[in-house]
């Protein structure tokens, strides 16, 4: 008889090694190798579509007119998603514990049922009576929310065959097991082959099918990345836990654009839209404490209003802290660097934080001249106007570069009440009755600007 070999995979990673090792020599992580003895063949038998498709056929061939979105009857879901899910996608959301992966589906899932649609919610984590209790808090009472508590995917696929929903939601794909497969569930193997299953039936029978993914330590969604590489969508649930303010985005999408944002606000009552999140994450204050800029960021295709705090004190030790949350350190240690060289002022012996309001993270690069100013703004104690915001990109020779979407981000600006920008000098004329633009090619030239206001 053919003895069975064992291995041992890294959760966080995926390295497979024929020998126990407590630390992995991959992600250096400790006591994340665990046992697996996956059933013969399991590894090499991979898996078809089986979408009858006689032969291969020319892209201006292929027939796409029955193809349609279907509303999830949330207006910023549907904007991150690209304007509605699309027939027989594979969706995954994910996010740390009690973000509101659950909530915001279920919600979802009462909208679409109203509209004559029948939803299959399949969860392998809590029982009928405990999703009916969160149900009834959020007034979910379509009789088309079907649930079904159950983890073995046999018997998933046997219950899809007969109810023929329209959409399925798996709370969640670390839960659910292939029998055959000897492994604990939310193991690699287990993870992979399931998110195969679901990709077979969801692009088979044309089912669009949403999966939740727990989380690692670092944040990221377990099962090292083999899910996202998947699935045809990514969303990531943000936000603090014990705050109000929630952020879903997306970091996949192969039907819109990435990086698209939706906001949302946590009650009582589950996940309400914020229609204007610029609102939420600036002040009202027409004269604004030392240390406070405005930025005009772009969220996928979204402009939005962002505060960012600048703290500029003394430091008593020999090397002075830099700290900086929902911006990257390096982007923050070149703002301090270009500010201190071209705009003359010493902050080699101070400490300085970042900080962005409302919890949101920014990637982008046209917020550095926000950045450069709030930082100016706390070490000169001189309080910038309510009304006045920045956008632009600062280079390492002190240069004011030109960003994209500039004519969306300063529409936001004006609808907000805005009535200055200081803006890079760009070739283009821009006509903008209602604010006044003040362009600028360097640091230098933005002060100069800043200290005639």
């Not at 549907?78 to 659950?102: A, F, H, M, T």
């Not at 209003?305 to 090397?319: D, M, R």
């Not at 046209?366 to 000169?380: G, I, N, P």
């Amino acid at each position: 008889m053919t003895k069975t070999k064992k291995r041992y995979v890294c959760i966080e990673c995926g390295y497979t090694t024929l020998s126990y090792l407590g630390r992995c020599p991959e992600c250096k992580n400790w006591d994340t190798l665990k046992e697996e003895i996956p059933k013969k063949g399991t590894e090499r038998q991979g898996f078809s579509l089986n979408l009858n498709l006689a032969r291969p056929l020319p892209i201006n061939k292929i027939n796409i007119d029955n193809i349609h979105r279907i509303k999830t009857g949330i207006n910023e879901l549907d904007r991150v998603l690209g304007g509605g899910i699309v027939e027989g996608s594979l969706v995954l959301i994910g996010g740390e514990p009690g973000i509101g992966k659950s909530t915001l589906l279920l919600q979802m899932t009462d909208a679409i049922a109203k509209s004559g649609k029948k939803v299959l919610y399949v969860s392998g984590e809590e029982s009928q009576s405990q999703i009916k209790l969160r149900a009834e808090r959020l007034n979910v009472t379509s009789q088309n929310v079907i649930v079904f508590t159950e983890n073995n995917i046999e018997s998933i696929e046997t219950e899809l065959q007969e109810l023929k929903p329209d959409i399925i939601i798996v709370d969640s794909i670390q839960t659910v097991v292939i029998p055959e497969i000897n492994t604990v569930p939310g193991t690699l193997i287990q993870v992979r082959e399931c998110a195969a299953r679901f990709l077979k039936i969801s692009k088979g029978m044309g089912i669009p099918t949403f999966i939740i993914g727990h989380v690692t330590k670092e944040g990221v969604i377990a099962g090292p990345r083999v899910l996202e590489h998947m699935v045809d969508t990514v969303l990531y649930f943000e936000g603090e836990t014990k705050g109000m303010i929630r952020i879903l985005r997306a970091v996949k999408n192969r039907f819109g654009s990435t990086d698209e944002i939706g906001v949302f606000e946590m009650t009582g009552r589950g996940l309400i839209e914020i229609k204007n999140p610029s609102q939420i994450f600036i002040s009202k204050n027409l004269t604004k404490s030392p240390g406070v800029a405005t930025a005009v960021t772009l969220e996928g295709t979204r402009p939005l209003l962002v505060e960012i705090e600048g703290l500029v004190c003394y430091s008593p030790f020999p090397q002075p802290r830099r700290l900086s949350t929902g911006i990257d350190y390096n982007r923050m240690a070149i703002c301090i660097a270009v500010i201190e060289k071209k705009a003359g002022i010493r902050l080699s012996g101070q400490d300085i934080y970042i900080n962005v309001s409302g919890g949101i993270r920014l990637n982008d690069t046209a917020c550095d001249l926000a950045t450069c100013f709030a930082l100016y703004s706390s070490y000169k104690e001189i309080s910038l106007a309510g009304d006045l915001c920045f956008i632009g990109e600062v280079s390492l020779t002190g240069e004011v570069r030109g960003v994209i979407g500039i004519e969306s981000r300063i529409k936001e600006a004006t609808r907000n009440g805005f009535k200055r920008i200081i803006i890079p000098e760009i070739s283009q004329k821009l006509n903008f009755t209602d604010i006044k633009l003040f362009p600028v090619t360097s640091i230098r030239d933005a002060v100069a600007a800043l200290n005639k206001l």
